[in-house]
């Protein structure tokens, strides 16, 4: 039978056992001796033959002081020996022994008094080397005084994972006293933390022998459920001398602080992030709705789960905002959303106008412009973010949660406001956000205030050019004509292209076509300017150099100052074309039967340079033949060279013949195409002659 089978039931329920040999006892090697009234040897221990170097043999029934005490101190011993035996208390303290190999040890020595039932009186000693007994008790003081006082929080758990120890550190960073510690296991006195993580990680270090460092845990503490604290943990297997697994210990280090900076580094790295796309990504046109759709999907998902850019409708029709305080007219201009949500029901449809009543949040946002931050939302706070209650429930189903509204404000000027939903996210807004929201509203209400003023001055430069050149040309009695004019698609590259058919004297007709540098309202004002001028000077009869030469002084003085020009004057009696170019390109000749081909004229400088020489080149021009006139906008293009489009207009031009307002058709849907950044003019004369 085994030591552990033979030890009784009731001992072992109570909590007591055999142990395993390499226990504290066993690293002192504590040795008993026993010594009867006349101080003879009666009983000697193994560990005694250890620490002495006498065998049971040669110590029993010896005298203790003549075999084990120098004779210098034989007379100390017996009187000591006598207090002992006498009833006097027990004795203590460090004594030289004589060691069997003649050498003297110090032993530590704790002797006490024994009586048997017929009143006999022994002496019992126990004695363990005081050298080692020293480096115990030391090694025992440091890691009580190290334990008790270091910062880094330690605790001992047994095999079944209940606590034994812990230390102050520990007490103070799980907000936990010592008490509720001891003797719990580790999910019990744990409950507020993932214990299934923590108790998996101890029994894999028990199990293994593996220690595992440095384990990073988040969560809160026993008094402060609500506030996550971080640590860093390292488990360790405890094993005795002999290799015993006695249990767990575990060292804690609290890192809530750095763990708080580096999650607000990365926090303030991601706002950074986020605000370098928007400098890239919003902005890149100057469309009003394509900036906002711009900025909603920079913030999706990033900052919001939702986002809508509304604008007041004011702003768009460039009227100011009317007074402060009342219901405020938003045009919805775009939405953006992580996912498919019902929050997207509750944002009004992009592109449709409705009216905000006071009562609502965004209103309040706009009108004391100012950001309105919602932390938790409720039921009444629904009311007052949704237009209606139908919203109001949807928001609910989508499980909004948090929401803000930041003003989009640009000069000084609210254009409008950027509302943002956390449906899925589960942090809610808060100050930090704010501030990165209207960091982002600011950038993008620069940019929506842009695209807006170059719309309105696109909307300006071309009532300006329509109204300009609002007639229809009159229809030359020798001659067929087809016009096209388009307005670049850039608001600020509106402005100034033109064409003209001006009768003349003598049967005579005059062709122009010109372009004004620059654009916008001004270049739409320059033209409209030099083709009054044009007319009332081709009414003079000039030659075309003299009326460039005219066009040019009263260029000088206009903003901005330069144009290039092209004036033609057809004599069906003559059947001659008089030309003259200020800086244009060259017109296209199609002679029937014959290839198209381009004028080789004298290019002149443009209108407005001043002090220069015009020439003008007499073409025949005659019945069936056709002369294509055009600005830059018609074959200039980004991606090619102006000898390849060129070529590409002959191409189209040497086609079979068809009706002219076909041809112009042909010509702007073939050359184009993907090139809407100017103006075009184009302008085609078929002559008849004077048969007609």
């Known amino acids: 039978m085994g030591a552990t089978d033979a030890f009784p039931e009731s001992a072992a329920q109570a909590g007591a056992g055999p142990t395993h040999p390499g226990g504290l006892l066993d690293v002192l090697g504590v040795a008993a001796v026993m010594l009867d009234a006349k101080g003879r040897i009666t009983l000697w221990s193994p560990q005694a033959e250890e620490l002495f170097g006498w065998t049971a043999e040669e110590a029993l029934g010896r005298s203790a002081a003549r075999l084990l005490v120098p004779p210098e101190h034989v007379s100390l011993v017996l009187r000591l020996f006598a207090e002992v035996m006498s009833g006097g208390e027990s004795w203590a303290g460090v004594f030289p022994v004589r060691h069997k190999d003649g050498s003297t040890r110090l032993v530590e020595f704790r002797n006490m008094r024994l009586q048997d039932k017929h009143g006999a009186a022994y002496a019992l000693g126990i004695a363990t080397d005081q050298a080692v007994l020293r480096e115990v008790e030391r090694d025992l003081a440091l890691s009580v005084r190290?334990?008790?006082?270091?910062?880094?929080?330690?605790?001992?758990?047994?095999?079944?994972?209940?606590?034994?120890?812990?230390?102050?550190?520990?007490?103070?960073?799980?907000?936990?006293?010592?008490?509720?510690?001891?003797?719990?296991?580790?999910?019990?006195?744990?409950?507020?933390?993932?214990?299934?993580?923590?108790?998996?990680?101890?029994?894999?270090?028990?199990?293994?022998?593996?220690?595992?460092?440095?384990?990073?845990?988040?969560?809160?503490?026993?008094?402060?459920?609500?506030?996550?604290?971080?640590?860093?943990?390292?488990?360790?297997?405890?094993?005795?001398?002999?290799?015993?697994?006695?249990?767990?210990?575990?060292?804690?280090?609290?890192?809530?602080?750095?763990?708080?900076?580096?999650?607000?580094?990365?926090?303030?790295?991601?706002?950074?992030?986020?605000?370098?796309?928007?400098?890239?990504?919003?902005?890149?046109?100057?469309?009003?709705?394509?900036?906002?759709?711009?900025?909603a999907d920079v913030i999706v998902p990033e900052l919001a789960d939702l986002a809508a850019v509304d604008v007041l409708d004011a702003v768009l029709d460039g009227r100011r905002p009317g007074a402060r305080g009342g219901p405020a007219r938003f045009r919805a201009l775009a939405v953006a959303a992580a996912g498919e949500t019902p929050a997207v029901g509750a944002?009004?449809?992009?592109?449709?106008?409705?009216?905000?009543?006071?009562?609502?949040?965004?209103?309040?946002?706009?009108?004391?412009?100012?950001?309105?931050?919602?932390?938790?939302?409720?039921?009444?706070?629904?009311?007052?973010?949704?237009?209606?209650?139908?919203?109001?429930?949807?928001?609910?189903?989508?499980?909004?949660?948090?929401?803000?509204?930041?003003?989009?404000?640009a000069r000084g000027e609210v254009l409008g406001a950027l509302s943002l939903y956390r449906t899925d996210n589960p942090v809610p807004f808060d100050e930090d956000d704010a501030v990165l929201a209207v960091e982002l509203a600011a950038r993008a209400a620069v940019c929506i205030d842009n695209a807006r003023s170059y719309q309105s001055e696109r909307r300006t430069a071309l009532t300006l050019q329509r109204h300009l050149m609002n007639h229809r040309p009159p229809r030359p009695t020798t001659m067929d004509i087809a016009y096209r004019y388009q307005p670049a698609q850039a608001a600020s590259e509106v402005g100034g292209d033109w064409f003209d058919v001006i009768p003349v004297a003598g049967d005579k007709t005059a062709l122009v076509v010109g372009d004004v540098m620059g654009s916008g309202i001004n270049a739409a004002a320059t033209m409209g300017q030099l083709r009054t001028t044009t007319r009332a000077l081709a009414d003079l009869d000039l030659a075309p150099a003299e009326v460039l030469d005219h066009l040019d002084h009263i260029a000088g003085g206009l903003d901005p100052a330069f144009a290039t020009c092209l004036y033609a004057v057809h004599d069906p009696h003559k059947e001659e074309c008089r030309i003259a170019v200020a800086g244009h390109l060259p017109p296209v000749l199609v002679r029937p039967g014959g290839p198209p081909e381009l004028l080789d004229l004298p290019t002149g400088a443009p209108l407005g340079v001043g002090g220069v020489t015009f020439e003008q080149t007499t073409v025949p021009l005659r019945a069936g033949d056709q002369l294509v006139l055009y600005t830059d906008g018609l074959i200039e293009t980004r991606d090619q060279a102006i000898d390849t489009r060129l070529d590409l207009l002959l191409g189209l031009?040497?086609?079979?013949?068809?009706?002219?307002?076909?041809?112009?058709?042909?010509?702007?849907?073939?050359?184009?195409?993907?090139?809407?950044?100017?103006?075009?003019?184009?302008?085609?004369?078929?002559?008849?002659?004077?048969?007609?």
């Open 347 to 409: 944002a009004d449809p992009t592109g449709q106008l409705a009216a905000y009543e006071t009562e609502r949040l965004i209103t309040r946002c706009v009108t004391e412009a100012r950001p309105v931050l919602v932390g938790e939302v409720g039921p009444e706070q629904r009311r007052h973010i949704a237009a209606d209650a139908q919203g109001a429930e949807l928001l609910r189903e989508a499980g909004l949660h948090s929401y803000l509204a930041v003003p989009l404000i």
């Open 146 to 295: 190290l334990v008790a006082q270091s910062p880094i929080g330690l605790a001992v758990l047994d095999a079944d994972l209940r606590f034994v120890m812990v230390n102050p550190a520990l007490e103070r960073i799980n907000d936990l006293p010592a008490e509720q510690h001891i003797g719990r296991h580790v999910r019990d006195a744990l409950s507020f933390l993932e214990t299934d993580t923590i108790e998996e990680r101890m029994r894999s270090v028990l199990a293994t022998g593996r220690p595992l460092l440095d384990q990073f845990s988040v969560g809160p503490t026993a008094t402060h459920p609500d506030a996550d604290q971080a640590w860093s943990v390292s488990y360790y297997r405890l094993e005795d001398a002999n290799g015993r697994v006695l249990g767990v210990a575990t060292s804690v280090v609290d890192v809530t602080e750095q763990h708080r900076a580096a999650t607000e580094a990365a926090r303030a790295r991601r706002r950074l992030a986020v605000i370098a796309d928007a400098s890239a990504t919003v902005g890149t046109t100057l469309d009003v709705g394509r900036t906002a759709q711009e900025l």
């Open 653 to 692: 031009l040497a086609e079979p013949e068809r009706p002219l307002e076909e041809l112009c058709d042909r010509l702007l849907g073939e050359l184009r195409h993907g090139n809407d950044h100017d103006d075009v003019a184009l302008l085609i004369a078929r002559i008849r002659g004077l048969d007609g």
